[in-house]
């Protein structure tokens, strides 16, 4: 799906909501037990995308004029002033927030896999677990996906960075939307679209791995011992 920047708050929360149905499908699809670590960290993922759902909600409830302003200012702990920068602020900590925990998951995800399937010890570092398990498993056109899979924690560095790059500048096209990170700049991306763009995309990827005959086959849960739980 190319990228295309949503119209308004309500359609981007709607994107989020077919977002959280998606992943929800994905797990139900594998039709494991609910202890198995692939199905915990979908979960995981999907629970994630609550938390944009939510904030999404409560702009819309206010810009319709269902919830008072001083409702808001009661959740947010806030006893005076305007709502724009808290809210503001606060959606900027759980954009910074689902990125994190979304690539976290799948660096899980992925790195668990990769254990059960080669019976050694997988990589420490996420570019590597990536590359190595699409070579694995010979999934078709792996450098195209090596770099999709990436973009999410170059992207979730930026923002640990105060929003700037600090490596080397490269640009990044996923389906035709192009992603510029200059050395020592503030990458302007990591918008809700950007980031619902990139996670529809490398769930596209993930959905591959899980659906290969290799991984479909695995007849152990797959360890939790990398997966922090969240309950």
């Not at 009661?74 to 910074?96: A, C, H, N, Y």
């Not at 690539?103 to 668990?112: D, G, P």
């Not at 990827?205 to 152990?220: A, D, Q, S, W, Y």
Request: aromatic share 4%; with cysteine; proline share 5%.
């Amino acid at each position: 799906m190319p990228f295309t920047p949503s119209a308004n708050e309500e359609e981007m929360c709607r994107r989020f909501i077919e977002l959280r149905h998606r992943l929800i499908e994905i797990k139900n699809k594998q039709n494991l037990p609910e202890t198995d670590g692939r199905v915990q960290i979908l979960n995981n993922i999907a629970w994630a995308t609550v938390s944009i759902i939510t904030r999404l909600n409560i702009m819309l409830a206010l810009n319709n004029k269902r919830i008072p302003h001083n409702t808001v200012k009661q959740l947010l702990g806030l006893s005076s002033g305007d709502l724009k920068l808290p809210l503001e602020t606060d959606m900027l900590i759980i954009r910074l927030g689902v990125i994190t925990l979304f690539q976290f998951q799948l660096e899980t995800l992925l790195k668990n896999i990769l254990e059960k399937i080669t019976n050694n010890p997988p990589p420490s570092n996420y570019w590597d677990i990536t590359e190595k398990i699409l070579r694995e498993l010979s999934i078709k056109s792996r450098i195209k996906k090596h770099r999709t899979l990436n973009v999410i924690a170059t992207m979730r560095n930026c923002l640990h960075s105060n929003g700037i790059h600090t490596k080397k500048t490269k640009q990044i096209t996923v389906d035709g939307h192009k992603m510029r990170f200059v050395r020592g700049k503030t990458y302007e991306g990591a918008t809700l679209d950007e980031i619902h763009f990139l996670i529809n995309h490398i769930l596209t990827i993930l959905e591959e791995i899980l659906e290969h005959p290799t991984v479909k086959g695995l007849t152990m849960p797959v360890p939790s011992q990398f997966m922090p739980r969240i309950t």
